[in-house]
């Protein structure tokens, strides 16, 4: 039985609004699989209509969704109505941005929907709320908790030109460094191999391990980490059968004949990740959360307040986050 994707609004004064309605208005045109919008109608038709566009809204159940989709944009309300001005965030944004949050996860455990898609939030909106989490990542960790057991969530980025994961997230440099463990690299490409095989219908995953150091560590000249943490966790997971190269210089990894030598590369900090893949596929680029029991896609970009209710926000990163859930969500043979 075929189900909807639950698509969060994300950060009410963002281009969440924005980019949903967009994409719903472009659902035939580019093939857009089924989604309802979690949010609330009178919010998304006022945001519409500064918009300048003409377009249908339903109130609606995750059951009703899919026979909505062609005539209308399906909303199911969160509970919370949000007031925020696009590029302005109020004290409505944090409860309707989590709500939304919590209600797609539920959805999907639910049996209702098919895949949780997420609309960027603003977190420093949601901390300032309390919110205790660095990020979108973890939070649906610990919604994805079972028995008291939280499941350790791995951040890929993916498009049809590149996949990144990196091994440490949203912390600092220093922090990430210091956090940075042979059994961390093994348990994130574990994690990332059995979701490739799984979801991504890859058999024998190509891992690239990128050194921390510049150079891999130039045999411990420029740091001691890749000998001593790195290649250990290439030796690992080669033993078990594996298919990892590494640790390799960071520099040389994301030109084009290299990129077709892997089917991801495994970075070990943030940016050396995030970089390469925002520089070749902006547009198309997607966020996936890995190893939780439910699928998680989302634009791999933020807020953009600047440019919140003025037409300008590209919905492409949204409809590839769409697209991307429902062919992790499809049956595999």
């Not at 994707?5 to 093939?31: C, F, K, M, Q, S």
């Not at 990542?137 to 990144?164: D, H, I, Q, R």
């Amino acid at each position: 039985m075929l189900k909807p994707l639950a698509l969060t609004i994300g950060e009410p004064a963002g281009i969440g609004p924005d980019i949903a309605i967009e994409a719903w208005r472009r659902r035939a045109d580019l093939g857009v699989p089924p989604f309802y919008l979690l949010g609330d109608p009178g919010f998304i038709g006022d945001r519409a209509k500064r918009l300048g566009v003409e377009i249908a809204l339903a109130k609606a159940t995750p059951s009703d969704a899919i026979d909505i989709f062609s005539d209308a944009l399906p909303i199911v309300s969160v509970g919370h109505v949000p007031t925020a001005a696009p590029g302005q965030p109020d004290d409505s944004s944090a409860k309707v941005a989590i709500a939304a949050i919590r209600q797609a996860v539920e959805d999907v455990k639910a049996g209702s929907a098919a895949a949780v898609v997420t609309n960027p939030i603003a977190k420093s909106v949601l901390y300032r709320a309390g919110f205790n989490h660095p990020g979108h990542t973890e939070f649906l960790a610990e919604l994805a908790a079972y028995n008291g057991k939280v499941p350790l969530p791995v951040m890929m980025l993916w498009s049809p030109t590149l996949a990144v994961v990196p091994v440490t997230i949203h912390v600092s440099l220093r922090d990430a460094i210091a956090q940075l463990t042979s059994d961390l690299i093994v348990t994130t490409a574990r994690i990332l191999v059995a979701d490739m095989i799984a979801r991504f219908g890859i058999a024998r995953p190509r891992l690239a391990i990128a050194g921390l150091n510049p150079h891999a560590g130039e045999d411990g000249s420029l740091g001691t980490e890749d000998r001593t943490i790195v290649a250990p966790a290439v030796a690992t997971l080669r033993s078990e059968g594996i298919d990892a190269k590494g640790p390799l210089p960071a520099d040389t990894m994301f030109h084009a004949a290299a990129r077709q030598r892997y089917d991801c590369a495994i970075c070990m900090y943030h940016d050396q990740a995030l970089i390469p893949i925002k520089t070749l596929a902006f547009d198309d680029g997607v966020n996936v959360t890995l190893g939780l029991p439910f699928i998680r896609t989302s634009p791999d970009h933020g807020t953009a307040f600047d440019i919140a209710g003025t037409g300008q926000a590209n919905p492409s990163s949204l409809i590839a986050a769409l697209k991307l859930a429902a062919r992790m969500a499809a049956p595999r043979a």
